[in-house]
């Protein structure tokens, strides 16, 4: 196979290349990357048998508004995070092909923020609750030990937020840009008599590259530090997120993406109103109301380390669809209106130790997670007589659980050159329903999901500098509440759906040949069984279906350099082959795996004054075609190319600093497809990306 090829080729280039850094000197001019996503202890990210990558807060916030995660995820291989230019359905990740089908929100993917899920224990997660503003770093892992995180990890994505430290300071921050987009944004932080502090809030108004697509979304962060002795930490914070009336511009079909990639899709059913949209007629729009508290206490032992987190809180959304106007709902629909409060808590406790063993140190972490999210959903007929977009009968009442339960163990065994992991999670989850609304019959019931994980790693320190890795591991993915909501028959819930099972390999290399170089390749493969996917979705309501095999074969590649201080470049490539490895329905063996694309690229060189006070860049941003339906039988959205530039500036006055900041993207106003949904069976697929756009900021920082 050519991947397999090339990526040999790139191993054994690396292995030949004698003139390695040793360590210390990298360590002076690469300084080293700690992360914790993978053990869940502070490790070096270069002596872990692991495809991880971390953007940190320069990048995070490099020249960009910090509005959507898309923003610096762009730079991570083996990651497709699009921004769909629909604030309703926030933005569409995958990682390795998992999560691509996802029609809103983030599935596929683990999403935590200081430790605490941002993800359901069924699986379906939120990427708008990110606060970008305050944030430090972002880790992302792939391969197999996400499959550590349990349910719906075929990656995860975690973001850290700064230590409060210091000197107490004010920031405001300020962006305008195309599309009437605008945001401000107001941060304290500092430490005073032994506790650091941390807050934020922030506006953020679009009316909308797309027609129908304006949004305002209001967020806010605290975090409290607290060090009661010299061996012990809380942590405690609390967010929130708000979007009131956030509209859904929809998809379009191909014929309307040629025609005018900002309009909406007519609806031709009216004749009484021939020009107006569906998301016009129906007025598609969602409002958002999250409040979420967390709690992190951690006491050292010498050696020894517990770590206890907790966290609590409430989720309310009430969401406007769209259906043909000749459309009549049978008695199973639950109407074009969804509505229901959630409230969601959680607890990760786990303990953590380091003893020699056999001439070598092993590190070992016990622990438990927990977590349940209980839902009061109604729905509602979407229109009262010749009215559409209002709130009609009660078509829907009911009650949902869902709960995991996953005691976990890993181990890290590291003796001279070699390191071994190994790890082991056992999942369960539960999923029950009582339904109050009999006029359609009861459609009551409940369904468990267990499955056990085990890892399995190995690093070898082939020579300073060098290092080579091999890891396997078993994931599983249970259907979301959202996907059991329907039977392919018309019924009630499809407690029927099985998980997905995966089995995960990965061979890969990481490598600093120079200083200030670094290069990390990897070649992956995944073989899936019982894959879930649409299996029809009409008049509002989708229902799906296990699938037969899936196999995923690539190649990641990253290189970071900086060279005279002055110059950085960046390189992240990603090569994917997704594929139905069985043939189903309509579907043929062979057939490309909808919304993955087969390659992505992301290049940046930049520049920098020797003061850091003025700074550019040029980045590049390139995916190949993906096709939005199973049986790859519609017009792909085509491939793309753009280039982004970015400048800024800083300056310092005493007290104050003061940053500028400018950024074009797309900038050769290339036409493209941004992303896809897949399965519409309207064949409203498309989702098109802004041509030509432009944002200025600038922010002033006062420290005290």
Do not use: C
């Not at 932080?189 to 809030?201: E, R």
């Not at 979420?292 to 406007?320: C, H, M, N, P």
């Not at 300056?651 to 993207?665: L, S």
């Amino acid at each position: 196979m050519k991947r397999h090829v090339l990526a040999s080729s790139v191993i054994a280039a690396l292995s030949t290349y004698t003139p390695f850094a040793s360590a210390d000197e990298n360590a002076a001019a690469a300084v080293p990357v700690v992360v914790v996503t993978a053990s869940r202890t502070e490790q070096l990210s270069f002596d872990l048998p692991a495809s991880i990558d971390v953007i940190g807060a320069d990048q995070i916030g490099a020249a960009q508004p910090r509005v959507n995660a898309s923003e610096a995820l762009a730079a991570v291989p083996g990651l497709v995070a699009q921004n769909r230019q629909n604030y309703a359905q926030d933005l569409q990740i995958s990682s390795r092909g998992f999560g691509a089908r996802s029609a809103f929100g983030v599935r596929g993917v683990r999403l935590i923020a200081d430790g605490i899920p941002a993800t359901m224990p069924d699986g379906q997660g939120q990427a708008a609750t990110f606060n970008l503003d305050l944030a430090e770093r972002i880790e992302v892992l792939r391969g197999p030990f996400s499959a550590l995180y349990g349910n719906h990890s075929g990656g995860v994505i975690q973001l850290f937020t700064r230590d409060p430290k210091g000197a107490p300071a004010v920031e405001f921050n300020v962006s305008s840009g195309s599309y009437g987009s605008r945001k401000t944004d107001l941060n304290a932080s500092g430490s005073t008599g032994g506790v650091g502090y941390l807050v934020d809030v922030s506006r953020f108004d679009t009316d909308g590259y797309r027609s129908h697509s304006a949004a305002t979304r209001d967020q806010a962060y605290a975090k409290l530090v607290f060090a009661p002795s010299a061996t012990s930490r809380l942590v405690l914070t609390a967010s929130g997120l708000r979007q009131d009336d956030t509209q859904d511009p929809l998809g379009v079909t191909w014929a309307t993406w040629q025609r005018d990639p900002r309009a909406g899709e007519i609806d031709t059913t009216d004749p009484r109103t021939p020009q107006r949209t569906f998301a016009e007629r129906y007025n598609t729009r969602k409002s958002i109301d999250h409040q979420q508290l967390g709690a992190t206490w951690e006491q050292r032992f010498g050696s020894d380390r517990l770590r206890v987190t907790a966290y609590a809180g409430k989720r309310r959304v009430i969401q406007y669809q769209s259906f043909s106007q000749g459309f009549q709902a049978p008695a199973s629909h639950s109407g074009g209106v969804v509505d229901f409060d959630r409230d969601f808590h959680g607890i990760d406790a786990n303990w953590t130790m380091s003893r020699p063993l056999l001439d070598g140190t092993l590190r070992s972490t016990f622990g438990i997670e927990a977590g349940a999210s209980n839902d009061g959903r109604k729905g509602y007929e979407n229109f009262i007589g010749s009215e559409f977009g209002v709130q009609g009968r009660l078509r829907r009442d009911e009650k949902d659980e869902v709960k995991n339960l996953d005691p976990y163990a890993q181990f890290e065994w590291e003796r001279g050159a070699w390191v071994l992991s190994a790890g082991l999670r056992h999942s369960r989850v539960d999923f029950e329903v009582e339904d109050r609304y009999l006029a359609n019959g009861n459609d009551s019931g409940s369904v468990s999901y267990r499955h056990t994980t085990p890892l399995l790693g190995i690093l070898y320190k082939l020579q300073p500098g060098l290092n080579l890795y091999a890891s396997a591991a078993h994931g599983f993915e249970t259907p979301t509440l959202n996907e059991v909501f329907y039977s392919g028959t018309g019924g009630g819930f499809n407690f029927g759906l099985a998980p997905a099972r995966s089995t995960h390999l990965e061979f890969g290399v990481k490598a600093m040949p120079l200083d200030a170089v670094r290069i990390n390749a990897a070649v992956f493969q995944v073989k899936t069984t019982d894959e879930l996917v649409v299996d029809s979705s009409s008049g509002g309501r989708t229902s799906y279906r296990n699938a037969s095999a899936t196999l995923r074969q690539g190649l990641e590649l990253s290189a970071d350099a900086q060279w005279r201080r002055n110059w950085t470049g960046r390189l992240a490539l990603s090569v994917l082959r997704a594929v139905y490895d069985e043939g189903f329905g309509a579907v043929l063996k062979g057939s490309r795996l909808p919304g993955v694309p087969n390659a992505s690229l992301y290049g940046e060189f930049g520049w920098k004054d020797a003061d850091d006070r003025y700074g550019a860049a040029l980045e590049a941003i390139a995916n190949t075609k993906l096709y939005p339906d199973d049986a790859n039988q519609v017009n792909p959205a085509p491939g793309f190319a753009v280039a982004n530039l970015r400048v800024q500036a800083q300056q310092q006055f005493g007290a104050w600093r003061v940053k500028e900041y400018a950024r074009v993207n797309n900038l050769f106003d290339r036409g493209y497809i941004g992303s896809v949904i897949v399965g519409d069976s309207n064949r409203r697929f498309y989702e098109a990306a802004p041509g030509r756009n432009w944002v200025l900021g600038a922010s002033m920082q006062y420290r005290f």
